[in-house]
């Protein structure tokens, strides 16, 4: 009973009372927030012995390396990053704190932890702002994954919300079943995953009518968003959240907010224009493990009308991809490099012939593209090829060997989709 009314204290709290007028209103929570959070948390961390006093911006910025390197003192219970992660693995607690780990997609494993406070605190929020209609209505949720976790099952400590887990890793067919004998009322999982059940709902081999469909974890493109709510006859939401924690979901209108009542967010401008920016975030809701301007790889869009939901939280345009998503070039004088953004080469590809609706791109070194295109037509690549010189020597860079390779390519829903992809 005292989980159920936790839960439903910070349900309601971000429902009705996190409510602010204009942006001067959101910024002076934020101070006032920041200011908490230094004295209460901050102060009694080793990592912030000489800082917690001073202002955020003297803070030195924090990555995944620096915070696996740094996380004894990072963290209320001094817990090194090599002690926790065996429990992590083991799914054991520590003085009721839950240990543990993201989905590890490059890298080691980010280690978390959080208290069940913070887990109800979680659940509390994504509840006010993704629930389609009032708490007291039931629902079936559907969340598709790699891992479970704690801060998931903790939803089901409400009798009138059922979580149901699909482990990615296993067979379609059996997802297939799933959803059809549970029929979700919300259904949350990476796009991919959300794309291939359009696809059966296509071909008539599933039939399922969620009140709400959610993406997660991956890029959303705009021609994967428009196929999978056609088929399902909705608009598509977006959950933005990582193992640094709940930072945005869409509204009503379908525009992506951020959290901006609980996580301060800076921006590291990525162009010229400030269309595109990393964000750099620092969450003061969280007391068990401090995330302090903590420079995320993501690429964030800046929507460049207001939304119509009048909301004064940062709106968002899409979640682009990665910073390693961005083709670098070297430019023509030899000393700098052009960047086309993820954005800018899905547009070439999709548009250089119309029989194109999927591709892969990854840059192996600074001279060399390898591609995939799903249209087999000679003709198709040589648009492709001929779009992609054009846009590189419009904008002075040193044009690369460009090699086709065969489609499809391997496909594991488990692993997150990376259209583009840079590692050199």
Same mark, same amino acid.
């Given at each position: 009973?005292?989980?159920?009314?936790?839960?439903?204290?910070?349900?309601?709290?971000?429902?009705?009372?996190?409510?602010?007028?204009?942006?001067?209103?959101?910024?002076?929570?934020?101070?006032?927030?920041?200011?908490?959070?230094?004295?209460?948390?901050?102060?009694? =961390?080793?990592?912030? +012995?000489?800082?917690?006093? $001073?202002?955020?911006? &003297?803070?030195?910025?924090? /990555?995944?390396? %620096?915070?696996?390197?740094?996380?004894?003192?990072?963290?209320?219970?001094?817990?090194?990053?090599?002690?926790?992660?065996?429990?992590?693995?083991?799914?054991?607690?520590?003085?009721?704190?839950?240990?543990?780990?993201?989905?590890?997609?490059?890298?080691?494993?980010?280690?978390?932890?959080?208290?069940?406070?913070?887990?109800?605190?979680?659940?509390?929020?994504?509840?006010?702002?993704?629930?389609?209609?009032?708490?007291?209505?039931?629902?079936?949720?559907?969340?598709?994954?790699?891992?479970?976790?704690?801060?998931?099952?903790?939803?089901?400590?409400?009798?009138?919300?059922?979580?149901?887990?699909?482990?990615?890793?296993?067979?379609?067919?059996?997802?297939?079943?799933?959803?059809?004998?549970?029929?979700?009322?919300? =259904?949350?999982?990476? +796009?991919?995953?959300?794309? $291939?059940?359009?696809? &059966?709902?296509?071909?008539? /081999?599933?039939? %399922?009518?969620?009140?709400?469909?959610?993406?997660?974890?991956?890029?959303?493109?705009?021609?994967?968003?428009?196929?999978?709510?056609?088929?399902?006859?909705?608009?598509?939401?977006?959950?933005?959240?990582?193992?640094?924690?709940?930072?945005?979901?869409?509204?009503?209108?379908?525009?992506?907010?951020?959290?901006?009542?609980?996580?301060?967010?800076?921006?590291?401008?990525?162009?010229?224009?400030?269309?595109?920016?990393?964000?750099?975030?620092?969450?003061?809701?969280?007391?068990?493990?401090?995330?302090?301007?903590?420079?995320?790889?993501?690429?964030?869009?800046?929507?460049?009308?207001?939304?119509?939901?009048?909301?004064?939280?940062?709106?968002?345009?899409?979640?682009?991809?990665?910073?390693?998503?961005?083709?670098? =070039?070297?430019?023509?004088?030899?000393?700098?490099?052009?960047?086309?953004?993820?954005?800018?080469?899905?547009?070439?590809?999709?548009?250089?012939?119309?029989?194109?609706?999927?591709?892969?791109?990854?840059?192996?070194?600074?001279?060399?593209?390898?591609?995939?295109?799903?249209?087999?037509?000679?003709?198709?690549?040589?648009?492709?090829?001929?779009?992609?010189?054009?846009?590189?020597?419009?904008?002075?860079?040193?044009?690369?060997?460009?090699?086709?390779?065969?489609?499809?390519?391997?496909?594991?829903?488990?692993?997150?989709?990376?259209?583009?992809?840079?590692?050199?």
């Amino acid at each position: 009973m005292r989980d159920k009314l936790s839960i439903l204290g910070h349900y309601l709290n971000a429902k009705y009372l996190r409510r602010f007028p204009d942006r001067a209103a959101l910024e002076a929570h934020q101070r006032r927030q920041l200011a908490r959070f230094k004295t209460e948390v901050l102060q009694h =961390l080793p990592f912030f +012995a000489d800082l917690w006093d $001073k202002d955020l911006s &003297s803070f030195p910025l924090t /990555d995944k390396a %620096i915070v696996q390197q740094n996380f004894a003192g990072l963290n209320s219970l001094a817990l090194p990053y090599d002690v926790g992660l065996p429990l992590a693995q083991a799914r054991e607690k520590v003085d009721g704190i839950t240990v543990g780990l993201s989905s590890g997609t490059s890298g080691r494993r980010g280690l978390f932890l959080v208290s069940d406070e913070e887990r109800h605190f979680w659940l509390g929020v994504m509840l006010a702002k993704a629930l389609p209609g009032p708490l007291w209505q039931k629902h079936r949720v559907v969340l598709a994954l790699s891992a479970n976790s704690d801060l998931y099952t903790t939803a089901n400590k409400n009798s009138r919300m059922r979580f149901h887990f699909l482990d990615l890793k296993a067979a379609y067919q059996d997802h297939l079943d799933t959803l059809t004998d549970v029929q979700p009322t919300i =259904l949350i999982a990476p +796009a991919q995953f959300l794309k $291939k059940l359009a696809q &059966s709902v296509q071909a008539g /081999d599933l039939q %399922i009518n969620p009140a709400r469909i959610f993406s997660v974890g991956e890029v959303l493109s705009d021609e994967d968003r428009t196929f999978i709510g056609d088929q399902f006859h909705q608009p598509i939401h977006q959950i933005y959240q990582c193992t640094e924690g709940f930072l945005g979901i869409t509204c009503a209108h379908g525009t992506l907010h951020l959290n901006e009542e609980y996580v301060h967010v800076e921006k590291e401008w990525l162009d010229e224009d400030k269309t595109r920016f990393n964000p750099i975030i620092t969450d003061f809701s969280r007391k068990t493990q401090a995330i302090v301007r903590y420079r995320m790889n993501d690429i964030l869009k800046v929507r460049q009308t207001p939304c119509a939901c009048g909301s004064p939280l940062l709106a968002i345009e899409k979640v682009e991809g990665r910073c390693d998503d961005i083709l670098k =070039l070297p430019h023509t004088d030899q000393t700098t490099s052009v960047n086309f953004y993820p954005d800018d080469i899905r547009a070439l590809i999709l548009d250089a012939d119309p029989s194109i609706q999927d591709f892969r791109v990854h840059q192996s070194d600074v001279d060399q593209l390898r591609l995939r295109i799903d249209s087999p037509s000679p003709a198709a690549k040589d648009k492709v090829t001929h779009a992609l010189l054009h846009a590189i020597h419009a904008r002075n860079a040193q044009p690369p060997t460009l090699t086709f390779d065969d489609w499809p390519p391997a496909v594991d829903l488990s692993q997150k989709l990376r259209r583009i992809v840079r590692d050199c």
